[in-house]
C-alpha cells in the first residue's frame, strides 16, 4: 500500500514539474521540457529522496531536503572531480549513479540501535517504579490513589 501511494506521488510530482516548466518554457517543444524534468528527477530528486528514504517524514519533506542536499553533494563533488580532471560531461551520469547507490546502501544497513536490539533478544527492558520524593512525602493526589 505505501509503494504504490509513493509511485502515486512520484507521477504527481512528475507531471507537476513538466506543467510548470511546460508553462516557464512555452516555447520549447514537449520533447526538450521532458528531458529537462527527466534531468531534474535523475540529478536532484531521486538522489535527494533516497538519501532520506528510511525517515518518516511526509514524501514533501524528502523531496525538498533531499534535493537541497542533493543539489549541495552535486555541486562540491562535480568541484573536485573536475579538479582531478574528470570531464565535466560524465558529472551528469558519475556523481546521481553515485549518490544513489551509497544512499541506497546505507539505507540498507541497520543502524546500531536495532543491532544491540536484536542482540539482546525480545526482552522488555524492567520497569523502574518512581523514585521517593527526597523529602519523604507524596503529594496529595499520589496518596489518594
Not at 2 to 13: H, M, Q, R, T, V
Not at 101 to 115: I, M, R
Request: hydrophobic residues 45%.
Amino acid at each position: 500500500m505505501e509503494a504504490k501511494k509513493e509511485l502515486l506521488d512520484w507521477g504527481i510530482l512528475l507531471v507537476t514539474l513538466l506543467l510548470i516548466l511546460k508553462i516557464a518554457f512555452y516555447k520549447d517543444t514537449l520533447l526538450v521540457i521532458f528531458r529537462t524534468t527527466l534531468s531534474i528527477f535523475w540529478m536532484f530528486l531521486l538522489p535527494g529522496y533516497l538519501i532520506f528514504r528510511r525517515k518518516q517524514w511526509p514524501f514533501i519533506e524528502k523531496i525538498i531536503l533531499g534535493s537541497l542536499l542533493a543539489g549541495a553533494v552535486l555541486g562540491i563533488s562535480s568541484y573536485y572531480l573536475g579538479l582531478l580532471g574528470l570531464n565535466v560531461r560524465w558529472h551528469v551520469w558519475l556523481i546521481p549513479l553515485l549518490v544513489m547507490l551509497a544512499a541506497f546502501y546505507f539505507s540498507q544497513k541497520k543502524p546500531k540501535a536495532e543491532k544491540k536490539k536484536e542482540a539482546e533478544g525480545d526482552r522488555e527492558p524492567e520497569r523502574e517504579e518512581s523514585p521517593e520524593p527526597i523529602d519523604g512525602h507524596r503529594d496529595e493526589h499520589q496518596s489518594q490513589e
